[in-house]
């Protein structure tokens, strides 16, 4: 496991036209840049770049002997700029509502042109995380082999924009912003059925159901480890993805991805429609031979793609057992 690594990125101009300095971080997992196909991991919500790992927070899916196997690849993660994984107040972006999830996709694209890398084997992100996935290859439709977005679309539908939108108002006027924001989000996060079955209208004590005391306590958890700036930029991003912002047809853009698309929705999921998955897919089968779709069956809705590993690694075991068509050799990035 590396440590954590900056590149700096002088007068980014975003798309709204606003100049910044963005120092981007990141980490490598597996092996060393150069030694094997890369896998460029794209973090959810409250997520970094530390995927791996003992506290790692996709830890069942990715590492030694895992579905992808830190053994096999190099693992590259970035963390969105603004995210505060890095505890230094300077990196934070107070100005959140200058960037869409776009310009954190031109910015990972800057990060590996510094890095010397244009060929990616597989990319995978979850939740905002594969928005970010679905805008970078669209920014360079021929930078991976495969694209896996999880749990996530190409675009901020209507219901997701509003959501925001409330999260945004918490954010910005609750004395306890971070925690009932976040209360507020989890359950976006479940289904009515996921809480009944964990729950079942049990009482923690005479006053407080056991449902409130989750809740409480997810809300307090992120307050001691989050920032509110950082959910701030994170929940901007959310709303904003959109591959298709220019005005061109989404088939017109996504056909012309050469990756193959594995996309893997969840059939309950209330924040990522599954029905908008399986329409993108319809869509885009129509024009592209290489893109196939999986479906998580679970009660627990969106955070299943964070609770059911055994499903996830079904559907990817395949991908990652076949060789990387992308690698190259070691001579051909940065020391």
């Not at 479906?295 to 059911?308: M, P, R, T, V």
């Amino acid at each position: 496991m590396s440590d954590l690594k900056h590149i700096n990125i002088r007068g980014y101009k975003t798309e709204s036209g606003k100049t910044n300095d963005i120092s981007l971080s990141y980490q490598t997992f597996g092996l060393p840049l150069g030694k094997a196909p890369i896998v460029l991991v794209i973090h959810a919500l409250t997520g970094n770049s530390k995927v791996v790992g003992e506290d790692g927070w996709w830890k069942s899916l990715i590492g030694d002997n895992k579905c992808i196997d830190t053994k096999n690849y190099t693992i590259l993660a970035f963390n969105i700029p603004g995210n505060g994984f890095d505890n230094n107040p300077k990196h934070l972006i107070e100005n959140y509502k200058d960037y869409i999830a776009k310009d954190i996709a031109k910015l990972f694209a800057l990060g590996l042109e510094q890095l010397k890398i244009d060929n990616i084997f597989t990319c995978i992100g979850g939740s905002v995380g594969g928005g970010i996935a679905w805008e970078l290859a669209a920014l360079k439709p021929n930078l991976f082999e495969h694209l896996i977005p999880v749990a996530t679309d190409w675009k901020s539908t209507d219901w997701l924009i509003a959501n925001c939108h409330i999260q945004d108002a918490i954010l910005n006027h609750s004395s306890e912003a971070l925690a009932d924001a976040r209360m507020h989000a989890m359950t976006l996060y479940r289904t009515p059925e996921s809480l009944k079955q964990k729950f079942n209208r049990t009482k923690k004590n005479d006053a407080l159901f056991n449902i409130e005391s989750w809740l409480n306590y997810h809300g307090d958890y992120l307050t001691s480890r989050f920032n509110l700036s950082a959910y701030k930029m994170m929940n901007q991003i959310l709303r904003t993805i959109d591959i298709c912002r220019d005005g061109e047809d989404f088939i017109n853009v996504a056909s012309k991805i050469s990756a193959s698309i594995h996309i893997v929705t969840i059939n309950t999921d209330l924040f990522f429609k599954p029905e908008e998955n399986w329409n993108t897919f319809v869509e885009l089968k129509s024009v592209k031979e290489n893109v196939s779709i999986h479906e998580i069956k679970s009660i627990h809705g969106h955070d299943a793609f964070l609770i059911e590993y055994d499903q996830l690694a079904k559907f990817l075991k395949p991908i990652f057992k076949v060789k990387a068509t992308t690698f190259v050799s070691a001579s051909e990035y940065v020391a």
